[in-house]
């Protein structure tokens, strides 16, 4: 089975992008998870759907959350999704 993937959806100076990033890299740590972060400014298409909804995180490619990421949430969608 292929590892989870985690996106996360961001830009430069975006301090709820930094606290989304933290929550996610304490949930996957020790997991078998491939964690990616994309720009929405590198994107047009990106820029264009999320430009208001930044953070956003991916599940295997599925929005999980927008602005805030509830860690137990986010370790339960990653639980599932491992199963």
Do not use: F, N
């Amino acid at each position: 089975m292929p590892p989870v993937s985690v996106t996360l959806l961001s830009k430069p100076g975006c301090h709820l992008c930094d606290d989304a990033r933290a929550v996610v890299s304490t949930v996957v740590d020790g997991r078998d998870v491939e964690v990616t972060e994309l720009s929405i400014l590198d994107d047009p298409q990106l820029r264009e759907t999320y430009a208001e909804e930044i953070p956003v995180v991916l599940v295997d490619g599925r929005v999980h959350t927008i602005w805030r990421v509830d860690p137990a949430r986010l370790d339960h969608a990653l639980t599932e999704a491992g199963s």
